[in-house]
């Protein structure tokens, strides 16, 4: 028999899959809204699967309480559970829940940004009748954010990967040609809405492994030779390996060594230049996700070498120093 907090992770998968699908159909007008409402139903079941798990799947730790009322009108010391105008029980918002698992260092704060836009864009979906495609590209940049926080937060909770599925939003070049009226200016709302997530973007750095939003860019080339290669993005060890240009990999990793070790005094209290250092830099230098080494002769790995690292690295490193408050 399935915990709660197990039954509450299959629905939420459910649900995101759900908004996934109705965000790729070709001929949705109504994708935008439909997705951040589903997308905020299967955050809210994780989050509290999470909750759930670590208060030992009581489903009373999601209840909220209330005071008794007393005969003469006064509030008891005693508590009770709320509940909703049918009688359940009312449990705790996904606000509430998110800010206890902030508290406890389970989730990043970037997460609940991004997870606030979707939220905001859901409350608001009603008022926005005829909106420009900037808009909507606003939405799928939130929505492509949350896709990849939701799958790193699955898998660091409850240790499963999500390969499986297809956790991705079909670029709008794709799913929606540009119509006039695309090209209107943001109404009043829209600009509100912009605004608030632009605040949300400010308030937290977003230099890691979570995002509030991301852009989609989509290239296609055509190719002068008739016997050109084909390639799809697979994760597949046999797949086609595509080798980035000079100007990707400088955005993919945009630190030398200086420039990381600079930004390590700056972002831990307790760092020293030593041999320390080097080893706990070296133990993530393999990893594609955190270094990439530049060879001055890509063919003879005893030639001149050059590492440079991704953001991800100092990630890699908070498990090391301790961050400056």
Partial sequence: MKSKSSELLDKSISAMIAAIEIYNKPDFMYRGETFSILAINSWELLLKAKYLKDNHNKMRSLYVMEPIINKDGSKSKKKKIKTTRSGNPFTHSIEFIAKKLIEKGEMDQVVFNNIMALIELRDSAIHFYNYSLKFNVRIQEIGTASLKNYVSLY???????????????????????????????????????????????????????????????????????????????????????????????????????????????????????????????????????????????????????????????????????????
Avoid at 223 to 250: G, H, P, R
Avoid at 259 to 267: F, G, I, P, S, V
Avoid at 292 to 298: H, Q
């Fill in 155 to 325: 898998k660091k909770w409850f240790d499963k990967d999500l390969s499986e599925f297809n956790f991705y939003l079909m670029p709008l070049s794709f799913v929606q040609a540009h119509k006039e009226t695309d090209i209107l200016l943001l109404n009043a709302e829209e600009k509100n809405f912009f605004k608030y997530v632009d605040d949300l973007e400010d308030s937290a750095s977003s230099d890691g492994e979570y995002s509030i939003a991301l852009n989609i860019d989509v290239k296609f080339s055509k190719s002068t030779s008739k016997d050109a290669i084909k390639v799809a993005l697979s994760q597949d060890s046999d797949a086609i390996k595509v080798t980035l240009t000079e100007e990707q990999l400088k955005l993919k990793y945009p630190m030398d060594y200086a420039e990381l070790t600079a930004k390590c005094k700056e972002r831990y209290s307790d760092f020293v230049l030593n041999g320390d250092y080097h080893t706990n830099r070296r133990l993530y230098e393999n990893d594609d996700k955190c270094a990439y080494t530049r060879y001055l002769d890509p063919d003879k790995k005893k030639s001149g070498k050059k590492v440079f690292y991704n953001d991800v690295m100092l990630l890699r490193l908070d498990k090391h120093y301790t961050k400056k408050k």
